[in-house]
């Protein structure tokens, strides 16, 4: 089972820097209900009406690679152009942190924080049960259709050799040249 959650966060001056991490700061003996596979999809990025114009702004992302972290820039916007941009970043694992490297900003970041709990609730084992019904009517119905059109399909032959043998059975007059 899947959760679903709005997230965003500002850079700007007085915070240039911020860390993604839902499980930072818990105990691991407590249950918080936060507990499950997180993950982060940052989907746009806006930078703020009260951006200097000319001003670059360039935002950069830490994150956990396949085989190392990695550190790269995820935007670079300059004031009084282009306001937004698209980006669809999806960070499968916390920490994850954003950096405003350059420029006084804000700049703003938005997606989805997606929590997968691992557990299967009452109607998660209701549809299962449902699903395994709607399997075993499904091949019936199949089994039925199959049926109908091999009954089908054998009619045609019978009728279609009758046809032929009707046909066979006429005589055919056939002129000859000899004289």
Do not use: C
């Amino acid at each position: 089972m899947t959760e679903d959650y709005f997230w965003g966060m500002t850079l700007d001056k007085a915070q240039a820097a911020e860390t993604w991490d839902p499980e930072r700061g818990t105990d691991p003996n407590e249950s918080t209900g936060l507990r499950g596979e997180h993950t982060l999809l940052v989907k746009q990025i806006v930078l703020g009406a009260d951006a200097k114009d000319g001003e670059v702004n360039v935002v950069e992302v830490e994150a956990m690679g396949y085989r190392q972290d990695m550190k790269f820039p995820i935007a670079v916007m300059k004031g009084g152009g282009a306001s937004q941009s698209v980006l669809d970043l999806l960070f499968p694992d916390p920490p994850v942190t954003f950096k405003l490297t350059k420029g006084s900003g804000p700049v703003h970041l938005l997606g989805n924080h997606s929590v997968g709990t691992g557990e299967l609730g009452a109607d998660d084992d209701e549809d299962d049960e449902l699903d395994e019904e709607l399997d075993e009517e499904d091949l019936e119905d199949l089994e039925e259709a199959n049926e109908r059109n091999n009954i089908e399909e054998k009619k045609r032959k019978i009728n279609q050799t009758n046809s032929n043998s009707k046909q066979k059975g006429k005589k055919v007059k056939v002129e000859s040249d000899e004289k």
